[in-house]
């Protein structure tokens, strides 16, 4: 796998995802993810951001400004 970016080198890795939702913030740890050792560029497979939709659509109903969970937990 290489940098979509760069065409680097793609090392698998872990990362903190957050997004903001405008009135809410969700931040979920612990999601696997590959790493570009050439320009750090952080890329998800498709499973991954298809659970990082699902997780944010379940919290988004029931947080008002912050949200943190850990991708195994949640996903
Ligand atoms: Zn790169």
Redesign the pocket.
């Known amino acids: 796998m290489?940098?979509?970016?760069?065409?680097?080198k793609?090392v698998e890795d872990t990362t903190t995802f957050m997004c903001d939702l405008g009135n809410c913030i969700v931040i979920i740890k612990n999601v696997p993810c590959f790493r570009?050792?050439?320009?750090?560029?952080i890329s998800y497979s498709d499973e991954v951001s298809k659970n990082i939709q699902k997780i944010i659509e379940k919290l988004r109903k029931s947080i008002t400004d912050i949200a943190v969970t850990d991708y195994k937990l949640a996903a």
């Not at 290489?2 to 680097?8: L, N, P």
């Open positions: 290489t940098c979509f970016m760069c065409k680097g793609n570009c050792t050439q320009c750090g560029e």
